[in-house]
């Protein structure tokens, strides 16, 4: 069952969220930068480096390693000096591009240059000795206005907004891991109007963003762990000024990875794997009960749905052949939930995706320093090493042998848990051993093999998967930490039962104001990830959240969803496809033209209409899709408060859809 091992990859991650919405330029390949002159040259004086880039002149202080840029709108700080002295710096020798300098009985050395218009530093330590650098410290020039953050979609916040500077946000002195508590390795702030910095760490296994409140001032400062046997001995972060916009950090990162190959492409993968193309316009759900009977698909296709993603947890009941050929037949994708994470004995399991062939349970388990395993999600198993899998042939034979096993009903997806999310191991195991890097790298490889003729999806995928997955469930929820503490209320958010339909997913409920104001606020919600990643994999928000899930925020979901070009998720039984399944057909009868033309594009701009921030608009591709959603109560140039307007290119009327009024007729204006 899914909820042996899905959502420990985030349960341990502390809650970000944020946001200011401001006018937004293409993600190009300027990715938003400011224009200014800029020298041509390294120079050193007086101690300082300065360093030419995009939008400006950079100047590194080896010293301290302060970080200043001076622009044709002034100077600003890109970063404060290091929380601690990074040490005596030794002669800087300039070298082609860059400049170079060491701090004495550290056993580091620092390399600053530029690449492709942005400020790089890279720090290396020899391995002598293990230790952690907290830089580079951002927030803190007087000029800083917001802060972004990739928690899940995105956020941003004005730097002095007195929620997200309290406890009730629980954001100020939290501790994320870059590499598993962000959907983006970025953060980036507002420094006035029409600047910007962006900070992306590339190194970003090992690393820590620190958020603290300064003066009622938000504050990121990122430390860094150096550490030989995490394979963490090298520290990079790039510097780019932008437009200030509060997507231009994402912007800039989906530059560095086109720079870097290492952007993916949906139309490419489409190409390679056409039933891929399933995937636009469609929904995604999970089915129970009825909902994963041939009949009860056939009576989802009669409502008109003409696309969709099926799920089912891969047990005793899960979708049989017939079931999988009428969803293929009404247009569907369709494809079982399943993990490579776990491990549990065979006579004890509680979860048959936990059960194994042989001995990988326990001799594939990740030792901890001490060799004892490490316990798997509630401490049921093990966490199963991804080195195990891949050093042994037989358990690269294992995880075929499953993916062939769990698809022999025909299916034609695959929700992999846990892969993509960004939890990584160092495995201790002295017939496995394993860095998180390495972790990692096994992750992408048995991905791809796993996605090789099968639509492949997996948790709050991370950028880093962005080149072998089709679409991700989680990556589209900025997830406040007591989003958790609501979940593990039994009686109000609902358990495991009944079988047939999990209260848990199917039981309305109410999230507490403050976690509330944090994920679903509008104001405060930004578009980082589609912005970086629209046009490589379909992004939605987490299985456990489906639509009716949270029936005040309905509305709010409904349109950022619309606003975003992204999928709602649903559960669904006999009942509910009774009940709500007309709701569903409209809301998807209004989202698929949008979608199948959109899909594949990148997200152009994103902008507010309003000094308050409800009246938003994005942009897609070469304007393919204008849509304009309205999060207020009063109209807006026509457009009604709790209403959207899409423009498809080449028509003349706008479509309107205005969720709190769908009902079996279809959206309200269409």
């Known amino acids: 069952m899914r909820h042996t091992t899905s959502r420990h990859a985030v349960l341990r991650a502390a809650a970000v969220a944020l946001a200011v919405t401001l006018p937004c330029v293409a993600p190009a390949p300027s990715a938003g930068a400011a224009p200014a002159a800029a020298p041509s040259a390294v120079t050193v ?33 890109l970063s404060a000096p290091a929380a601690q002295s990074p040490g005596r710096p030794g002669r800087v020798a300039v070298t082609d591009g860059g400049a170079r300098w060491t701090y004495a009985g550290t056993g580091r050395t620092v390399t600053a240059r530029a690449e492709h218009g942005r400020l790089l530093v890279s720090v290396r330590s020899d391995g002598a000795a293990d230790g952690t650098l907290a830089w ?19 956020l941003s916040l004005p730097v002095a907004d007195r929620f997200w500077n309290s406890g009730r946000a629980g954001l100020a002195g939290s501790a994320i891991g870059m590499d598993s508590g962000l959907s983006l390795p970025l953060w980036g702030y507002t420094l006035g109007k029409g600047l910007g910095a962006s900070y992306l760490v590339p190194t970003d296994i090992g690393t820590t963003l620190r958020v603290a409140s300064e003066r009622g001032r938000l504050r990121a400062t990122a430390e860094h762990r150096f550490s030989r046997g995490e394979g963490t001995t090298d520290y990079t972060v790039a510097f780019a000024l932008t437009d200030g916009s509060p997507v231009a950090p994402a912007a800039d990162h989906r530059s560095w990875l086109q720079e870097n190959g290492r952007l993916g492409s949906l139309r490419d993968k489409i190409r390679a794997n056409p039933a891929a193309g399933g995937l636009l316009g469609a929904f995604h759900a999970y089915t129970w009960g009825e909902a994963r009977t041939a009949d009860g698909i056939k009576a989802l296709r009669a409502l008109g749905v003409d696309r969709m993603w099926l799920g089912y947890d891969a047990d005793e009941k899960g979708m049989s052949a017939g079931a999988v050929a009428a969803a293929k037949k ?46 798997g999600f509630h401490d049921r198993g093990c966490y199963l090493s991804s080195e195990a899998f891949e ?27 846990v892969d993509a999310a960004g939890e990584l191991f160092r495995d201790h195991s002295a017939a496995h051993p394993m860095t998180k890097s390495r972790d990692r790298a096994n992750r992408l490889a048995r991905m791809k093999r796993a996605g090789r003729g099968l639509v492949l999806g997996s948790e709050s995928a991370g950028a880093w998967a962005n080149q072998v997955l089709a679409y991700d469930h989680g990556s589209g929820t900025p997830v406040a930490d007591g989003l958790w503490k609501a979940e593990r209320d039994k009686e109000k958010w609902g358990g495991y039962a009944p079988a047939k339909a999990p209260a848990v997913f199917f039981k309305p409920a109410e999230l507490p104001a403050d976690v509330a104001k944090a994920m679903y606020d509008p104001a405060y919600r ?44 649903f559960v669904l039984d006999g009942p509910s496809l009774r009940s709500r399944g007309a709701e569903l057909a409209a809301l998807q009868k209004y989202f698929s033209p949008l979608h199948k033309a959109a899909g594949t594009e990148a997200m152009t701009s994103f902008r507010t209409l309003t000094g308050d921030r409800t009246v938003q608009r994005t942009v897609f591709g070469d304007g393919v899709l204008t849509v304009t959603a309205n999060f207020g109560t009063k109209e807006w140039r026509g457009l009604p408060g709790g209403c959207v307007d899409a423009s498809l290119k080449g028509e003349g009327k706008p479509r309107r859809l205005c969720p709190a009024q769908v009902d079996r007729d279809g959206p309200s204006g269409t």
């Not at 580079?136 to 995105?154: F, I, K, N, S, Y």
């Not at 050093?391 to 929700?415: C, H, Q």
Request: hydrophobic fraction near 35%; proline fraction near 9%; charged fraction near 20%.
């Open 45 to 77: 004086h007086g101690g300082l480096v300065d360093i030419p880039v995009r939008g400006g002149t950079a100047t590194v202080d080896p010293a301290t390693l302060r970080v200043t840029a001076r622009t044709a709108a002034g100077t600003v700080e």
């Open 136 to 154: 580079p410290v951002t927030g803190a020039d007087p000029a800083a206005t917001a802060l972004q953050l990739p928690r899940g979609e995105g």
């Open 330 to 375: 009404a247009g569907y994708l369709v494809g079982p939930y399943d993990s490579f994470a776990n491990g549990q004995d065979p006579k004890a399991a509680d979860a048959p995706t936990s059960v194994w062939p042989g001995t990988v349970h326990p001799d594939f388990c990740v030792r901890r320093a001490d060799g004892t395993p490490e316990p």
């Open 391 to 417: 050093k042994d042939a037989r358990g690269r034979g294992y995880l075929a042998d499953r993916t062939r096993a769990m698809t022999a009903n025909g299916a034609d997806s695959y929700f992999l848990d």
């Open 526 to 569: 930004v578009p980082l990830y589609e912005t970086a990643l629209h046009d490589s994999l379909v992004n939605v928000e987490r299985w456990e959240l489906p639509y009716d899930k949270l029936p005040r925020q309905k509305t709010d979901r409904a349109l950022l969803a619309m606003l975003y070009n992204t999928p709602l998720n």
